[in-house]
T-cell receptor
Framework: DVKVTQSSRYLVKRTGEKVFLECVQD?????MFWYRQDPGLGLRLIYF???????EKGDIPEGYSVSREKKERFSLILESASTNQTSMYLC???????????FGPGTRLTVL | GDSVTQMEGPVTLSEEAFLTINCTYT??????LFWYVQYPGEGLQLLLK?????DKGSNKGFEATYRKETTSFHLEKGSVQVSDSAVYFC?????????????FGQGTRLTINP
């Protein structure tokens, strides 16, 4: 079975802190994604990557950056966390071309 | 741009009731359509999918038919169980350089009472 793991299930940070959310997949998938999930808004794409060191902005990239130095790992970075970034963050991965994304369990981030 | 609209929730039903969760979409081209389910405290799991018009996706007693003429992909189940309580998301794919980049609806919370 495909496994997508995220470094933390719950995280509490303070405004202005730099925050790293890590995602690792074990199926050699080319594509990786970061979404945030908010009530009433569904899931919105922040960034995705279709290869090592490649990244593309999604629908809501402001305030975020990403890093993909190895194929299996995709990191989401909040350079200076703000309270409006309190949310559930979901990572996903898929095979190149028509692969259906598999999701990790999510990280619930609270910024105080 | 592409978008997905789901029926407003929450939805509360009794066990063994018939379920319909409406989903309509707006998209250019010919998207693939998906239903994902999120159980409490977990990530999203693919429930079913359909890749072309008139296709029917099915899994665990759930079904949805890709209707191009009405741009819909409604989720149905004939007899729901308490274990079906979850949040359900309709989504479509917006392919970009081969990546299945999904556009999601807002989600519908389903609660089944015994």
């Amino acid at each position: 079975d495909v496994k997508v793991t995220q470094s933390s299930r719950y995280l509490v940070k303070r405004t202005g802190e730099k925050v790293f959310l890590e995602c690792v997949q074990d199926m050699d998938h080319e594509n990786m994604f970061w979404y945030r999930q908010d009530p009433g808004l569904g899931l919105r794409l922040i960034y995705f990557s279709y290869d090592v060191k490649m990244k593309e902005k999604g629908d809501i990239p402001e305030g975020y950056s990403v890093s993909r130095e190895k194929k299996e790992r995709f990191s989401l970075i909040l350079e200076s966390a703000s309270t409006n970034q309190t949310s559930m963050y979901l990572c996903a991965s898929s095979f190149y071309a028509a692969g259906v994304p598999f999701f990790g369990p999510g990280t619930r981030l609270t910024v105080l | 741009g592409d978008s997905v609209t789901q029926m407003e929730g929450p939805v509360t039903l009794s066990e063994e009731a018939f379920l319909t969760i409406n989903c309509t979409y707006t998209a250019t081209g010919y998207p693939s359509l998906f239903w994902y389910v999120q159980y409490p405290g977990e990530g999203l799991q693919l429930l079913l999918k359909a890749t072309k018009a008139d296709d029917k996706g099915s899994n665990k007693g759930f079904e949805a038919t890709y209707r191009k003429e009405t741009t819909s992909f409604h989720l149905e189940k004939g007899s729901v169980q308490v274990s079906d309580s979850a949040v359900y998301f309709c989504a479509l794919s917006g392919g970009y350089q081969g990546a299945q980049k999904l556009v999601f609806g807002q989600g519908t919370r389903l609660t089944i009472n015994p």
